[in-house]
């Protein structure tokens, strides 16, 4: 569970993720709709997003982490 401060915004985790290199091969789905599916949420309390990138995006990944129930 994440709390901030001392409220906790939800007791389930889901996550997904995407990769790209070189421009010209991506795979992965980082959507919302699919980090919820993954941690089996049916109502998002909150989402994060991060962003990796390496040299202006020869090497680049996306997660995002959501929070519910």
């Known amino acids: ?10 007791i389930a985790l889901g ?7 070189l421009w010209l091969f991506a795979w992965g789905d980082c959507g919302t709709k699919a980090a919820a599916e993954n941690g089996d949420i049916k109502v998002i ?9 390496v040299l202006l995006g020869l090497y680049t990944r996306v997660k995002t982490v959501v929070y519910g129930n």
Do not use: N
């Not at 569970?1 to 939800?10: D, E, F």
């Not at 309390?45 to 990138?53: C, G, K, L, N, Y």
């Open 15 to 21: 996550m997904s993720k995407a990769t790209s290199v």
């Open 45 to 53: 309390e909150h989402a994060d997003t991060e962003v990796f990138s």
């Open 1 to 10: 569970m994440k709390t901030t401060g001392s409220k906790a915004i939800g």
